[in-house]
């Protein structure tokens, strides 16, 4: 069964200049993606002041309820809370949400990050999906991904199928291997090139490196920074990439990643 997959920062719905809303051509696009599950990050669950401010434009619903409208699924983890609101990680869902738990990874006051785990059912075997969004600064992303490690083993029986995507601020590529060594897991388009047997080529060049650098993601409208991620166990992937400009560039600040996968 072919299982298609998006990893999003939305940017709480609204524009980086001037915090328009966005959130009602976000959901347009979200539809054109014609995703069977998608892992959101930064979406508002409430926002008294923007809904006042912009009541003809803001949704009476939380982010993740308007955005999965009548064709999704969708579970919401809160993780930052302030005095007019809150935003966190959302999984929408084609599939049934058998099962959601919303963990506290935060590294200390001043950024709130969690780790949203939801499980749904394919072809009758449980796929555990892992919704993260990881901190700015380095050390903290390290202690977030043994979290994240930890969680995963804690949740998802040896062998079963996995889904961790999100928004890692990795610009450095410095998790990666450590989540390949702990989690048995690889990242989408690694896979996808290693599919096509270029990797394995390259190793047999000795003096040429292996390493598949996941793409440029950050800022939508020009992506340099590779800040966001899929990696998988249990599925084969048979397309991945990144969409940006054009529309993609305006909706958020960073652009979403779509991939079709096969569970094995």
Not at 4 to 20: D, E, L, P, Q
């Amino acid at each position: 069964m072919k299982l298609r997959i998006a990893t999003y920062n939305i940017h709480k719905g609204v524009t980086s200049f001037g915090g328009r809303p966005r959130i009602h051509a976000l959901k347009q696009a979200l539809v054109q993606l014609n995703a069977d599950v998608m892992f959101l990050q930064e979406v508002q669950g409430r926002h008294d002041l923007n809904a006042l401010r912009h009541a003809a434009h803001w949704p009476e619903q939380g982010q993740h309820e308007f955005l999965a409208g009548d064709s999704h699924h969708s579970a919401y983890g809160m993780n930052a809370v302030y005095d007019h609101g809150h935003h966190g990680n959302a999984l929408l869902s084609r599939f049934a949400i058998a099962s959601s738990r919303n963990q506290d990874v935060s590294d200390h006051a001043y950024e709130s990050r969690g780790i949203l785990h939801c499980v749904i059912q394919i072809d009758g075997a449980d796929v555990h999906c892992y919704v993260v969004h990881l901190g700015l600064f380095a050390g903290g992303r390290r202690r977030q991904t043994a979290a994240l490690i930890e969680a995963v083993r804690a949740s998802a029986p040896p062998g079963s199928p996995v889904i961790i995507a999100g928004d890692f601020n990795d610009w450095g590529d410095q998790l990666s291997e450590f989540l390949r060594i702990r989690l048995g897991v690889t990242e989408v388009f690694e896979q996808q090139v290693t599919s096509r047997g270029v990797l394995s080529y390259l190793r047999r060049l000795g003096g040429m490196s292996a390493r598949i650098q996941p793409a440029r993601t950050f800022p939508a409208a020009m992506p340099v920074l590779r800040l966001d991620r899929i990696y998988l166990r249990g599925f084969e992937v048979e397309s991945a990439q990144v969409l940006h400009g054009g529309l993609w560039s305006k909706l958020s600040d960073h652009a979403p990643i779509i991939s079709t996968l096969r569970l094995k």
